[in-house]
């Protein structure tokens, strides 16, 4: 079955950084794409980048473009997503999940989510 684990998060002083990872089984790697999610309290869940395995294609939220960075290493099955400059706003609870295309990523397969707090 898919799994998806989601590790890495944590406090941080504005300015800083953070490396999330999701680790993917349970499925052929190379066929899916993997992309990240995030939710604030009272605030609707929203996408932040996806990767395509296959190709490597990649897409970024206009939010976060410039200071995030998405990246597969497919011999490990995993995908990371590198955070710098991080913002009070960039508080989160961030999801990674997987389907077969960036433009299915919201229908697809959710981890349990790590949290991630940038302190001003």
């Known amino acids: 079955e898919v ?3 989601e590790s890495g998060g944590g406090l941080v002083q ?3 950084s953070l490396r999330l990872s999701c680790a993917a089984s349970g499925f052929t790697f190379d066929d899916y794409a993997i992309g990240w999610f995030r939710q604030a309290p009272g605030k609707e869940r929203e ?3 996806c990767i395509s395995s296959s190709d490597g294609s990649t897409y970024y939220a206009d939010s976060v473009k410039g200071r995030f960075t998405i990246s597969s290493d497919n011999a490990k099955n995993t995908v990371y997503l590198y955070m710098n400059s991080l913002k009070p706003e960039d508080t989160a609870v961030y999801y990674c999940a997987a389907a077969r295309g ?3 990523i ?3 397969h959710w981890g349990q989510g790590t949290q991630v707090t940038v302190s001003s």
Do not use: D
């Open 47 to 49: 996408g932040v980048s």
């Open 14 to 16: 504005a300015g800083g």
């Open 106 to 108: 919201g229908v697809g």
């Open 3 to 5: 799994q998806l684990v």
């Open 102 to 104: 960036c433009s299915k």
